[in-house]
């Protein structure tokens, strides 16, 4: 009987290695870890919820209470009439800065034809539209070539949206053309250096 005893205690001692193994190899720290880790993030997220609700949220009640205060003070400083005058000020400054906004600067074209214009062509008129934002020259060139190079050199410039070419007639002298440019709306709402 010993012999058979001695086999089972080893089988029982065989057993009980086996299930500290298991109970050894089961990772029972990481559930635990993950939630200690979760509950305090949730407490920090609720505390800096709390305190900028009810702290924060406080303090910035009270500063735009004590500024409508200064500011009913200051207003209360100021007579009646001179806030009157202010205000019409104001919107007089407000309206001029919409007119000159919105004013053409006519003075571009002639810094934009000394640019563009070649030696062999010259202008006897310009009519200009601001409403269009196109300009009708009529001009004198030596011959058909130099208007296509007064043409393609208009064509080129950056201020330009498109050109047209209206009338072309050959006299002895020369060629007499007409032509319109209609610019774009940059060029002409804004001052030329």
């Known amino acids: 009987m010993d012999i058979q005893e001695d086999k089972n205690n080893k089988g029982q001692q065989i057993s009980g290695s086996q299930e500290e193994l298991v109970v050894e190899q089961m990772p029972i720290g990481w559930p635990w870890r993950l939630l200690i880790f979760t509950i305090i993030v949730f407490a920090l997220s609720l505390f800096i919820y709390f305190g900028l609700r009810f702290g924060y949220g406080a303090y910035l009640d009270t500063a735009s ?57 010259y202008f006897t008129s310009a009519e200009m539209s601001v409403s269009s934002l196109s300009l009708k020259l009529n001009g004198f060139g030596k011959d058909f070539e130099s208007v296509a190079q007064q043409m393609a050199l208009l064509e080129k410039a950056s201020e330009v949206e498109r050109v047209f070419l209206d009338q072309v007639n050959v006299q002895k002298e020369g060629v007499t053309f007409s032509l319109f440019l209609d610019f774009k709306r940059e060029f002409i709402k804004k001052p030329l250096l």
Request: hydrophobic fraction near 35%; proline fraction near 5%; glycine fraction near 4%.
């Open 65 to 121: 209470k004590n500024l409508d205060k200064d500011i009913k003070t200051l207003s209360d400083k100021v007579p009646p009439a001179d806030r009157e005058e202010f205000i019409r000020f104001y919107s007089q400054i407000i309206n001029l800065k919409t007119v000159l906004d919105n004013h053409p600067y006519g003075s571009n074209i002639f810094k934009f034809l000394e640019k563009n214009t070649i030696g062999s062509i």
